[in-house]
């Protein structure tokens, strides 16, 4: 059964920082897009970030270059990681680890339509 687990959401001021976790398991992922999405309330899903398989590229949304920074560790289950530096209140979602067929060429890496598997979220607060 294909998991991805997401964790390490939370409450935090603004200028603060928070480390997301999001470990997949139940297939080999290693080879695999990583990204991570994330839903205000009342708004679509925006892409956040993506990662290439060997982690040797990365793609990120204009709102969050600069201060968040994502990672992978392939070493056993897959894990992939999203540091959040300098919060923003409006960072404040739910966010969403994701693995799928995407490439980082082209656009569909920012794409929903790029993934396949999402995990089932994890609550970001940022408060002013």
């Known amino acids: 059964q294909v998991q991805l687990v997401e964790s390490g959401g939370g409450s935090v001021q603004a200028g603060g920082s928070l480390r997301l976790s999001c470990t997949a398991s139940g297939r080999t992922f290693s080879g695999t897009t990583m990204g991570w999405f994330r839903q205000a309330p009342g708004k679509a899903r925006d892409f956040v970030a993506a990662i290439n398989w060997s982690g040797s590229s990365t793609r990120y949304a204009d709102p969050t270059k600069g201060r968040f920074t994502i990672s992978r560790d392939n070493s056993k289950n897959t894990v992939v990681y999203l540091q959040m530096n300098s919060l923003r209140p409006e960072d404040t979602a739910v966010y969403y680890c994701?693995?799928?067929?995407?490439?980082?060429?082209?656009?569909?890496?920012?794409?929903?339509?790029?993934?396949?598997?999402w995990g089932q979220g994890t609550q970001v607060t940022v408060s002013s």
């Open positions: 994701a693995a799928g067929h995407a490439t980082l060429f082209g656009s569909i890496w920012a794409s929903q339509n790029g993934y396949d598997y």
